[in-house]
């Protein structure tokens, strides 16, 4: 019965996500191309649509991942509401995994899709910067002796929040002024 019930979780996820991943993608190019906007100088409104001045590639690295992952984000404050030291440990936990998981999951599927659709390669910044952060992440984490122990430190917390935002600026940085993309 768990099997069955399991089975069917995953094949209406599977169907969520085909459903809705194509609007969201759709919505989120709308708003960063070019095309989409006809801007009026005069009065300073854009007609025709709106358009973002932002790369893709920040957009999706920003927004994106909150959307895509708000399940786990409601869940994993509901955790950290409780206020225990082994509930805050959990939420810590589960969005390790789950930021490990998307970034290798994702970086091994843009990998392939690159390679077997024979796509341009100009995303040298953005997958040198998820690298270094996820090995980054990972030393800073064995350094810290996090494997062993079952609690993790607020300061941990902020040094990786710090470490998204960083690593944003350093693709900016790549991309801007070393010319690498």
């Known amino acids: 019965m768990i099997l069955l019930k399991s089975v069917a979780y995953l094949t209406v996820g599977v169907i969520m996500v085909t459903v809705f991943s194509d609007p969201m993608v759709s919505a989120l190019t709308a708003l960063t ?60 936990s589960q969005l390790y995994g789950a930021v490990t998981m998307n970034n290798t999951l994702g970086l091994g599927i843009f990998a392939a899709l690159v390679y077997f659709q024979n796509l341009d390669w100009q995303y040298s910044a953005e997958v040198t910067v998820i690298l270094f952060m996820e090995f980054t992440i990972g030393i800073a984490v064995i350094i810290a002796g996090f494997g062993y122990k079952h609690t993790y430190i607020l300061l941990m917390g902020v040094f990786i929040g710090f470490l998204y935002f960083f690593s944003i600026f350093f693709i900016w940085m790549l991309e801007h002024f070393a010319h690498w993309k």
């Open 33 to 92: 191309e070019k095309n989409n906007a006809n801007y009026n100088g005069k009065s300073g409104i854009f007609r025709k649509g709106q358009y973002i001045p932002i790369g893709v590639f920040y957009i999706s690295f920003v927004i994106t991942p909150l959307c895509s992952n708000a399940s786990e984000l409601v869940s994993s404050l509901m955790f950290a509401a409780k206020k225990t030291k082994i509930n805050t440990s959990l939420t810590f």
